[in-house]
């Protein structure tokens, strides 16, 4: 108690030096925690992306949907499967979807951006239940009318509800705006599979997604599809196929961002030296009182690491207050695994703030080191400016 | 006879400054009965703060042997030497020494924190203490809020907190007015005629070696008895 109160008011005696070197500090964990948000905002809406009782289907060895085709006859058949949830309608809770990529200009004058679209049917919405029309309406099958999610409409000013989007030579009528919880399908754009697949003259589905009547079922239902020499399929469960097209731009987000903390964080370091010995210079004469009262080397090394350990978690929660104000602004940017355009929002957890805090300290105390040591090492006689005898 | 609490055979100290060896204390032999409220005096330079740090544990002689409370501390280690120094060794400083940042409840309380004592324990020996040097209503304030006087009685408040074998005093009264520093050798006197406490004070005052049962002058390092 007594030690900790001699720590922090030390730090508060030279508060102009303390102040600077917390701005340092901060700045760093700032960067740190900013980029831990940021790739878990991309996971956390790709992870969010689909149903955890979903499956989807792709033809064997594709990577994507894009890559992906399957048959009308082949979609047929894996919809009539026994695992598959049945609808009210007696129809099977399943929806055979086409992915696209289509090109939108993003702010009046501004660049080009790719996004996805989904040729799908009403029945995606059953498939999803977390998707839900916001504004407008469903488009009506046979119909070049399209929706777009939440982020769509907010970033791209020509697909605006009632706005009218050109593509595949046809003109196609926004006429709803759909909401996804802050999935991966915000940032979709949808409409019908079959009018979209004669626009682009494909006979062919890129992927099925299906709801299964029991969840736990998929790792059966999945190796029964991808034995059956019928369907030389993959089966994946929904959410799982998505978090998947996050790994490699998340990937590149964690060791771009934590390699530039590391590279600033050696200026922290040194920041926090540069304090820690102009206080260990100031205070010499204190450090020999401290001894001749009976205070060990070691005691001498503690308190000063003590100090410098306060210094780096006053700098951590400052980086992480500072941080904590990105939460939930959302970005947007290209998916490096789809190549279209993802909205994602930072997203701040308590793991993220322990570790910032951590990370903090830890740069307090490597930074505290060796003026601590130099502290501990100084001779009583010489620390009281005694040795002209 | 009296066992004696400090005890030195053949004690000397040199440094070697320039290349030079300089030799401060030569060969001094003497012992102090415990109990006795001993002033050492000598002009600058004749090694009196050396001496007083040898007897301390903060310095170590060349050769010789200093036996202090039963413990003879050329044998101690670092750390032996430090915890023997909380347990036996109260130290007043000329410049008093206190720490800035903490109140004179808490400068009290530094050596305590050295022992097994509860903070409830603590809070009462530092209250004790402060009341003994007649600043029980100074608890609370800061160095920079209190007198020169007041300060080193803070120091002294300091230097008894724990109950050590014996009170070394470096020039107790260099920084004071003569009214304060008359406060302070006469709380020492009573340290010592009413609590038994051994006192060795370096001074090169005569008015404060007056005060003390018996002086002693150090001159090029050897002990001598009064002229």
């Known amino acids: 108690m007594l030690w900790s109160a001699y720590s922090l008011r030390n730090l508060w005696a030279r508060r102009v030096t303390t102040l600077l070197t917390l701005l340092g500090l901060g700045l760093v964990v700032f960067v740190f925690v900013a980029i831990l948000m940021l790739a878990h905002g991309l996971e956390r809406t790709m992870g969010k992306t689909g149903d955890p009782a979903n499956a989807i289907v792709m033809s064997k060895g594709a990577l994507s949907e894009i890559e992906s085709s399957l048959s009308r006859e082949q979609t047929g058949v894996l919809a009539a499967q026994p695992e598959v949830i049945t609808l009210a309608d007696h129809q099977a809770a399943a929806v055979r979807e086409i992915a696209l990529q289509l090109t ?142 996050a790994e490699g731009l998340a990937r590149l987000i964690r060791v771009t961002g934590l390699f530039l903390t590391l590279v600033f964080s050696v200026g922290a370091i040194l920041g926090a030296t540069m304090t820690m ?31 410098s350990s306060l210094l780096g978690l006053a700098g951590g929660l400052l980086g992480v207050a500072g941080a904590a104000l990105l939460n939930s602004v959302t970005i947007s940017t290209v998916n490096w695994d789809t190549g279209a355009e993802l909205a994602f929002a930072f997203h701040l957890t308590p793991t993220m703030v322990g570790e910032g805090l951590l990370f903090a300290a830890g740069m307090g105390i490597i930074g505290g080191l060796v003026p601590a040591a130099r502290a501990a090492h100084i001779e009583i006689v010489h620390a009281l400016g005694q040795r002209t005898v | 006879m009296v066992d004696p609490v400090v005890s030195l055979q053949k004690v000397t100290k040199s440094y070697s400054r320039a290349g030079t060896d300089v030799s401060v204390l ?94 409830r324990e ?94 002693r002058y150090l001159e090029k390092g050897v002990l001598e008895m009064p002229p």
């Open chain 1, 104 to 245: 939108l200009r993003k702010q009046e004058g501004g660049s080009l951006a790719s996004l996805s679209l989904r040729g799908s049917s009403p029945d995606a919405f059953a498939v999803r239940p977390l998707v839900r029309i916001a504004q407008g309406r469903l488009w009506q099958p046979g119909t070049t009318e399209v929706i777009v999610g939440t982020q769509v409409a907010k970033q791209f000013p020509e697909a605006r509800l009632s706005e009218t989007l050109r593509f595949g030579r046809r003109e196609w009528t926004v006429v709803g705006i759909f909401e996804a919880e802050g999935s991966g399908f915000d940032s979709e754009v949808w409409g019908d599979a079959e009018q979209m697949m004669a626009t682009f003259h494909r006979t062919l589905f890129s992927s099925m997604t299906v709801r299964l009547a029991d969840p736990t079922v998929l790792p059966a239902f999945k190796a029964r599809l991808e034995r059956d020499p019928r369907f030389k399929v993959s089966v994946k469960r929904e959410p799982e196929y998505y978090e998947g097209k």
């Open chain 1, 277 to 307: 010995s102009a206080s260990v210079a100031h205070r010499t004469t204190e450090i020999g009182t401290l001894r001749t009262l009976g205070f060990t080397r070691s005691h001498i090394l503690q308190a000063f690491l003590l100090e």
């Open chain 2, 26 to 119: 030569r060969d001094l032999s003497f012992d102090i009965p415990a109990g006795t409220f001993l002033a050492i005096m000598g002009p600058s330079g004749s090694g009196k703060s050396t001496l007083l740090n040898v007897m301390a544990g903060i310095d170590r002689p060349t050769s010789g042997s200093v036996v202090v409370a039963g413990t003879r501390l050329d044998g101690l280690s670092e750390g032996e030497m430090a915890r023997w120094r909380a347990r036996h060794i109260g130290y007043v400083f000329q410049t008093y020494n206190l720490i800035p940042v903490l109140t004179a409840a808490e400068n009290v309380e530094l050596p305590l924190a050295l022992t097994h004592l509860t903070r």
């Open chain 2, 122 to 215: 603590r809070s009462d020996h530092v209250r004790t203490a402060l009341r003994l040097v007649g600043l029980g209503d100074r608890m609370a304030h800061y160095p920079r809020q209190l007198s020169g006087g007041q300060e080193q009685r803070v120091g002294v408040a300091r230097a008894i907190v724990s109950d050590p074998t014996m009170i070394l005093a470096d020039e107790p009264t260099g920084n004071l007015d003569r009214e304060s520093a008359d406060d302070i050798l006469t709380l020492l006197a009573r340290l010592n005629r009413e609590l038994g406490k051994t006192i060795v004070m370096v001074t090169h005052d005569p008015r404060a070696a007056e005060r003390a049962q018996m002086i």
